[in-house]
Structure formats: structure tokens, C-alpha cells
């Protein structure tokens, strides 16, 4: 196989367009280092695809990048406000991407990586895997799990409104869906499989659920799954056995997972306790693999809860002195 011409190979190519594959191009760019990111869907698409009236749990300095300000209307700034920043920061810095492109395939070739997209393919000395793990739902693997009622993905609560709607989980994203739904007047159950609404959810929102639970205004079933979805009906089991709830949409927000298949086909090794946990170093990010680099809540597995935009902002930082210093 021939090396390909060195004007070419790029340094660095970073897979992913959110704000830690746009963390990695800015210090790709100061270290004077050729890169380009590669974004399946549109620029910080986790981000786009988040619901609506989203507000983060960081508030604004914790979501910067590279110093530059985050200046929002209030401390913990809403999803449009987070879009308008990053999207100013990659249009200002002329940074180098590619959006709707999806990486399908990434090979050795001669000591260096060819990476293979949906629309081309690519050479580089080095390349940062930063996709995060919005992409592939947790599935519950039920009967009726497919039908059109059933989503894994929420948006907008006018959607649901007078609407018996069933929610199931019970994290952030479960919460401000049951909040907000139950507002728009939609008639809101929530199955929780533990005892409890879980201790990580946003402090100033568990006691608006709690409360709201207690009063009687959204119901949810704890110690609880759903056992099937019907057309019209979601047959759920708890402790006290099988009940039959009247449906019209079902929302399963049981989380996500980073796309494990993936990085196992590049040849990086997984955790084998469960927790899918890749291999890197934690000194340079660099993985099993030589020359690819893990970035942001990937680096978790399936602990997505571990790494977020403010904890991983600094892997862009190691991730470029170890390859300016190899």
C-alpha cells in the first residue's frame, strides 16, 4: 500500500461536531496543526436535538471554550442561547468542518489512519473520536416498542397537550418532559423503576416534581416497568402487579449510549464490568489504538453521567500537547 502525499494527510481529524470536537479544533488550530471535524448532522447536533425549553444544569463560564466569553440572560443559560455560542465561536474562528457527514470506517494504512465517510475519504497522522452518546437510545427491547406512539426523543410539550402521555424514566430529561407536558395540560403518568425520582435531577427541579407527584397533578408509578404497548393501552407491572393504563404516546427517556460497536471496530478495548468503559490513557486521552484519541463523555461509557462539557473541555488541551510533543 502507498503512502498517501503528505499535503494531503491532515494532523488531526476530530469526529464530532460538539462542543468538545469544536474545544479540540481551536487548540488543533493555535498549536498550528492541519485538522478538520467531521459532524454526522448539523453543527453541536446533541445540542439541537435536545428538548426545546432546555437550561443546563453548568452555568454559562463552565460551558466556554478557550476563554471566550459565554455571555447568557441568566446564570444557567437555555439550549438557543448554548447554540448561538458555539455556532459564533466555529464561524468567527473559520473552523474547519464538515457537517452531514457521518465516519463509517476508520483503518490503519501505513502508520497512518484512513478514515472513511458517507462522502469521502480521509488520511491523518491522528484522529480524536468526540461523539458523545446521544446517538443510540437505551431500548427496553418490549412488545410495541416500535409502534408510531413511541418515542426516545423529546422536543415540545405542546405536542402532547390533552394527551395522555406515559413517561418513562426517571433523570433529567424525564422530569422536565412530565413538568412541562403536564403544564401544556397534558394528562401525565410517570413508571420509574426505582423507589424514588432519581438524586441527580437539577436541584431546583426535584421539588417541583416531587410536589407535583404528592398533589396528585402528574401520577407515577415506582418499583415499575412496562411490560407492553398497545395501540391504545401501555400494560405496565410493580409491586402490586399488572395494570392496564389508557395511552396515547409513550416517551421511554431511559437514556443513551455511546456508539460502542464503533469504537470496538477501530480496535478499542471496552471495559468487560459492564460499564463499556474504553481504554485510554488519562494523561494524553491517547487510546489502546496509537494515534486515535478519546474526547468528552465518551470517554465514560456507559457512565454517561461521569463526563460533561465543563469536566472534558480540558481533554482538547492534553490531547494537542501530546501530539505536538510526539
Not at 470506517?105 to 489512519?113: R, V
Not at 405536542?159 to 412530565?178: H, P
Not at 480496535?267 to 496509537?290: A, C, F, H, R
Amino acid at each position: 500500500m502507498s503512502t498517501p502525499n503528505s499535503e494531503n494527510i491532515f494532523d488531526v481529524i476530530i469526529v464530532g461536531g460538539g462542543p468538545i470536537g469544536i474545544a479540540c479544533a481551536l487548540e488543533a488550530k493555535k498549536n498550528g496543526l492541519s485538522y478538520l471535524i467531521l459532524e454526522k448532522g448539523t453543527l453541536v447536533n446533541s445540542l439541537y436535538n435536545y428538548p426545546s425549553n432546555m437550561t443546563f444544569f453548568s452555568t454559562s463560564e463552565k460551558l466556554e471554550l478557550d476563554e471566550i466569553p459565554f455571555i447568557s440572560t441568566n446564570p444557567k443559560p437555555h439550549k438557543q442561547e448554548a447554540l448561538e455560542y458555539y455556532r459564533r465561536i466555529v464561524t468567527s474562528n473559520h473552523i474547519k468542518i464538515n457537517l452531514f457527514e457521518r465516519v463509517e470506517k476508520i483503518e490503519p494504512e501505513d502508520k497512518l489512519h484512513k478514515v472513511n465517510t458517507t462522502k469521502a475519504t480521509y488520511t491523518s497522522k491522528n484522529v480524536i473520536i468526540a461523539t458523545g452518546f446521544y446517538d443510540i437510545p437505551n431500548y427496553l427491547n418490549i412488545p410495541g416498542e416500535d409502534l408510531p406512539k413511541v418515542a426516545h426523543y423529546y422536543a415540545d410539550p405542546h405536542f402532547y397537550a390533552t394527551q395522555k402521555t406515559i413517561v418513562v424514566g426517571a433523570s433529567n430529561s424525564a422530569v422536565d418532559a412530565a413538568l412541562e407536558i403536564y403544564r401544556k395540560g397534558g394528562d401525565v403518568t410517570m413508571v420509574v423503576r426505582g423507589p424514588a425520582i432519581g438524586e441527580r435531577v437539577k436541584y431546583w427541579v426535584k421539588p417541583d416534581i416531587d410536589n407535583r407527584i404528592d398533589e396528585g397533578s402528574i401520577k407515577a408509578v415506582f418499583n415499575a416497568e412496562i411490560k407492553e404497548i398497545k395501540e391504545t393501552e401501555v400494560i405496565i407491572t410493580s409491586k402490586d402487579g399488572e395494570q392496564v393504563l389508557e395511552n396515547d404516546w409513550v416517551l421511554l427517556l431511559t437514556g443513551y449510549r455511546p456508539n460502542f460497536e464503533f469504537l470496538k471496530n477501530i480496535g478499542i478495548n471496552l471495559s468487560q464490568d459492564g460499564k463499556k468503559i474504553p481504554q485510554y490513557d488519562p494523561e494524553t486521552m491517547q487510546s489502546n489504538v496509537k494515534g486515535i484519541y478519546l474526547a468528552g463523555v465518551i470517554c465514560g461509557g456507559t457512565e454517561t453521567h461521569k463526563w460533561f462539557i465543563e469536566n472534558s473541555r480540558v481533554h482538547a488541551k492534553m490531547i494537542m500537547q501530546n501530539i505536538v510533543g510526539n
